[in-house]
């Protein structure tokens, strides 16, 4: 206590010690953290790029996920806390993307890397046993010519029928379906999102039309396509009347048609 008649100083208030400056961006990005942390990256997107071309087989493929989900898991330790925070919305859209690879490129191929000439003489010969929805049925199958596309490895036609009093008038010719070999998944895919975009440009006042990643139908005034991919084959089923009910009829018809391809792909598989 201070005696009277005088005056005593104040006692200095405690300071917290000055924050260390944060590194300038330039200075992280030279380091080799950050260096090593960029190479691993651009592994793992190689690795992504690799998945989507569909190279490799199955095995193949699923090793090329691991590294790629390892690459990105050290990524997401290794770079600085602020960065994490503000890419962590990128971050997390690349690991669901990797995720979801073995469904979106690997699905329906067959174990083993596929023979694409027998499968292609397989799904030729048949027999044709998966169970179409009612009422079609298959009488066999016959040569089509599928002129936009010349690097199938081969096209055949499902040659389908049902009882007349389905038609929906006299004359009417269907309902078709054909199916088609590629070299690739990754082209059979493809060639489902050309065929897409052929007939919405061809029927541009066309009815409802949507399109997936490996399939996609579209109504017109006169009849209903839809067409779908898996593995190496790419199904097209046409002429089917454009009435909601039949829409079911015909995406139920290209399931059928990619299980026997499947099938005939697991046979062909080394």
Do not use: C
């Not at 989900?69 to 806390?81: D, E, Q, Y």
């Not at 079609?136 to 089509?144: A, R, W």
């Not at 010719?173 to 082209?187: F, K, L, M, Q, S």
């Not at 029927?203 to 006169?222: C, H, I, K, L, W």
Request: hydrophobic share 45%.
């Amino acid at each position: 206590m201070a005696e009277p008649g005088t005056t005593s100083d104040p006692a200095p208030s405690a300071q917290a010690p000055p924050a260390p400056a944060e590194p300038s961006a330039r200075g992280v990005l030279l380091t080799p953290h950050l260096l090593l942390t960029a190479l691993v990256a651009a592994f793992s997107l190689a690795m992504v790029v690799l998945l989507l071309t569909g190279a490799g087989a199955w095995f193949t493929r699923v090793a090329m996920l691991l590294a790629a989900s390892a690459g990105t898991a050290v990524v997401v330790v290794r770079i600085p806390a602020s960065w994490r925070a503000r890419t962590g919305l990128l971050v997390t859209a690349f690991a669901t993307t990797a995720g979801l690879l073995p469904v979106i490129v690997g699905e329906g191929d067959a174990p083993g890397r596929v023979n694409v000439s027998y499968m292609a003489d397989l799904v030729r010969r048949g027999p044709f046993t998966e169970r179409l929805p009612e009422p079609l049925t298959l009488l066999g199958f016959s040569d089509v010519l599928v002129s936009d596309s010349l690097d199938k490895v081969d096209a055949v036609a499902l040659d389908l029928t049902w009882p007349d009093e389905y038609d929906p008038f006299q004359g009417f010719d269907g309902p078709n379906a054909h199916i088609e070999i590629y070299d690739t998944p990754a082209r059979a895919a493809e060639r489902a999102r050309e065929r897409f975009a052929v007939l919405r440009k061809q029927y541009p006042e066309s009815g409802p039309a949507r399109q997936t990643g490996t399939g996609y139908y579209v109504f017109t005034d006169s009849e209903l396509w839809a067409g779908g991919a898996k593995g190496h084959a790419y199904v097209e089923a046409y002429s089917f009347p454009p009435g909601n009910s039949d829409l079911a009829l015909v995406s139920g018809t290209i399931t059928a048609v990619l299980r026997y391809t499947d099938r005939m792909a697991a046979q062909a598989s080394g």
